[in-house]
């Protein structure tokens, strides 16, 4: 769980190909590791289930995990049941889908590569089409060989058929695996396409040039390592201050975090515009705290709100 988390921390800062193949590997290895440890294909009629659970019921898993683990899930929906106004407007609710859209082409690695290398194997689909009960399928398969062929179709994983030649049960299980191993191939052509596709499309709308999207991702990475770093030593010293207080009996001495309100604009999704050029909403909270206009609009408001109440 550890290792998951940690690749997929470089796979969410770097967006690199190395990040993305390092994963694909990592699922690999726990998809051979799994077949070969695990699966028992029945030879019953629960063939079909056995192994399309195999098949697919650890890639969804793979899927929500890795919606659990990205940061980005949770900045997305924290709060956002409070924030019913917001998610009425058009334009939010697109930028939230564009966001969750992000968050899914990225969780979507480990699954697919899962289903992908499931299906090159070939152990999960010949388990599950030998308990398959469609009459054209079987058909297929049957095609020239043996008539008990169909009647012991779900035997043939095991090799307890009694009534088809070896050759016949061989035939079969050789032209499942080909065939699985074609779908996987597939699979993995039909993603590499659709990733090249999407990276093109998203590079011909994009807002800066290629160097300054470079620069971009560098300071978000260091940004939000420094973050984390910024938090875990001012929580240290709030809570070392706490405990100080509270064990000694005395006054706490001052120590300045953020108001909720700061948090909160920190938190929520960013767009980023060629006008201002901010490179995130940490960097367009600092600028626009500390801009004297802007200071002086916010001290307008406050009086007027004042005066309201």
């Not at 799994?34 to 793979?62: D, E, H, I, K």
């Not at 919606?67 to 997305?76: E, G």
């Not at 899962?114 to 089409?129: D, P, Q, R, S, T």
Request: overall charge positive; proline content about 4%; charged content about 15%.
């Amino acid at each position: 769980m550890d290792m998951f988390k940690t690749v997929l921390k470089i796979v969410q800062k770097q967006q690199t190909s190395l990040g993305f193949g390092l994963v694909a590997l990592l699922t690999a290895g726990g998809e051979q590791i799994f077949s070969s440890v695990m699966f028992r294909c029945p030879c019953s009629n629960w063939n079909f289930s056995y192994g399309m659970v195999f098949l697919l019921v650890p890639a969804l898993a793979l899927l929500v995990l890795g919606y659990i683990m990205s940061n980005k899930t949770w900045k997305l929906f924290t709060g956002l049941c409070l924030r019913k106004s917001k998610c009425c407007h058009f334009k939010y609710f697109c930028a939230c889908g564009v966001v969750f859209f992000q968050i899914t082409t990225t969780a979507l690695v480990a699954p697919v590569s899962w289903i992908a290398v499931a299906l090159l194997n070939g152990n999960y689909f010949e388990c599950a089409m030998t308990g398959i009960n469609v009459t054209v399928f079987t058909n297929h398969l049957c095609d020239g060989k043996s008539p008990q062929c169909q009647d012991e179709l779900y035997k043939f994983p095991c090799g307890r058929a009694t009534h088809v030649p070896q050759s016949d049960s061989n035939d079969v299980l050789a032209t499942i695996r080909a065939e699985s191993q074609v779908l996987g191939w597939l699979l993995i052509a039909s993603i590499m396409v659709f990733n090249l596709l999407l990276i093109c499309v998203a590079r011909c709308n994009s807002p800066v040039s290629y160097l300054q999207l470079k620069f971009w991702r560098v300071y978000a990475q260091w940004e939000s390592d420094l973050l984390e770093s910024y938090m875990a030593d001012h929580a240290e010293k709030l809570a070392e201050r706490n405990l100080k207080s509270f064990f000694q009996q005395m006054p706490p001495e001052p120590v300045t975090t953020p108001p909720n309100q700061a948090w909160e604009k920190i938190s929520s999704l960013y767009r980023f515009s060629t006008r201002d050029q901010y490179y995130s909403i940490l960097h367009k909270y600092v600028e626009k705290c500390h801009d004297p206009a802007e200071a002086r609009d916010h001290r307008m408001s406050s009086v007027r709100l004042l005066l309201v109440i």
